[in-house]
């Protein structure tokens, strides 16, 4: 009979520079239970909300994680804008969805890099991080930082876009999408590749609904589930939109679903700067408003999946409470089960496909 064991993963991965750690009950070389550690950054940013007045911690919500940075800056200026009753301008939120779809291309772009690493493909590595970097210079250009963009503030944007640079971005995006569209090809018909993520991590669309799994995780089990398809910001002004899903509920579908999305993020960026209105980008509320007794919260589609941001007023410039639950907090469950009766070679591999991130989720 196999004895049981427990081999303790991480918290260095082979791949990931943040600290995954979990306890694998394994019998031989099978992975019977996985237990997740988690709290090793846990930084407080949570409790900063209540040292920082409302117009500061916009600042201090983007640091939450780099990757998803942006999205954070604006999922908490748009929970306290409800919770302030401003209403911005259209073109503030084609901006924030524009800024947002190309957050998603990085991140999906980062992710594959990673993946083809995790395989050893170091060829492809570069390439996604060569096409990554077209990404940041635009980023660069349009905000003046790389990654940290603080171009999203309570009350609209910082600074405008000029329309010829929204043009030039769209140009820029159309030549990306020549190369990634090889760079694909290549990394989803790769018989090696295929191998590796075919039937592997395998959860069911009724286990996917159970455990609440959200963004391509869940997608690549036939859920779907994506917060624009609710319409908020920009996004009800799409002429179409389908969330990009898969019913192979493995690996590798959950690769092919975010290879796709990139797809998508391009023309949604591309139809929302044709659309794009022109009147104003508002400003920081003046010194005297101040978010009321109340609550308020917003949902968005993160590259991860939906992230939930809530916010708590009490008639101050500092607001009591500031609550974020991300995807990858939502994930977790979904991550244990994809690894119960796998290999042990293997769980690298589906973390990897799971694209967890560790800042966001020990904030």
């Known amino acids: 009979m196999a004895t049981r064991t427990v081999i303790p993963f991480g918290p260095q991965h082979p791949v990931l520079p943040e600290p995954v750690h979990l306890d694998l009950v394994v019998e031989d070389e099978h992975v019977v239970e996985a237990i997740p550690q988690i709290g090793f950054v846990h930084r407080g940013l949570e409790k900063l909300v209540q040292k920082r007045d409302y117009n500061q911690f916009v600042y201090v919500a983007e640091r939450v994680c780099g990757i998803c940075s942006f999205g954070h800056g604006y999922g908490y200026a748009a929970a306290t804008e409800k919770l302030l009753g401003i209403e911005v301008p ?205 609550r308020a919260h917003v949902l968005i589609e993160q590259p991860r999946g939906e992230a939930f941001y809530y916010v708590r007023g009490n008639g101050t410039k500092y607001l009591d409470r500031f609550r974020l639950r991300t995807p990858t907090s939502q994930n977790l469950a979904g991550m244990v089960r994809a690894l119960q009766g796998v290999d042990l070679a293997d769980v690298p591999m589906i973390i990897l496909t799971i694209d967890p991130c560790i800042s966001c989720t020990e904030r």
């Open 90 to 294: 259209r073109r503030v939120d084609y901006l924030r969805a524009i800024l947002e779809e190309l957050s998603r291309i990085h991140s999906h772009l980062l992710w594959l890099g990673l993946l083809a690493d995790g395989f050893g493909f170091e060829s492809l590595f570069n390439h996604c991080w060569r096409l990554r970097e077209t990404i940041l210079d635009i980023f660069q250009e349009t905000c003046g930082g790389r990654i940290i963009l603080s171009i999203c503030i309570v009350g609209g944007m910082a600074h405008d876009i000029e329309d010829s640079m929204l043009r030039d971005v769209c140009d820029k995006l159309e030549s990306l999408r020549h190369d990634y569209k090889i760079i694909v090809d290549t990394m989803l018909n790769d018989s090696s590749v295929r191998s590796r993520l075919c039937g592997v991590g395998y959860i069911s669309f009724e286990d996917a609904l159970e455990l609440s799994m959200v963004g391509p995780f869940a997608k690549g089990s036939g859920v779907e589930h994506d917060m624009r398809t609710t319409g908020f910001g920009a996004y009800g002004d799409l002429e179409h939109f389908e969330p990009i899903i898969s019913n192979e509920c493995d690996c590798y579908a959950r690769c092919k679903v975010r290879c796709e999305e990139v797809f998508q993020s391009i023309d949604i960026v591309k139809e929302l700067v044709a659309k794009i209105p022109h009147d104003g980008i508002g400003g920081k509320p003046g010194p005297k408003v101040v978010p009321p007794e109340g």
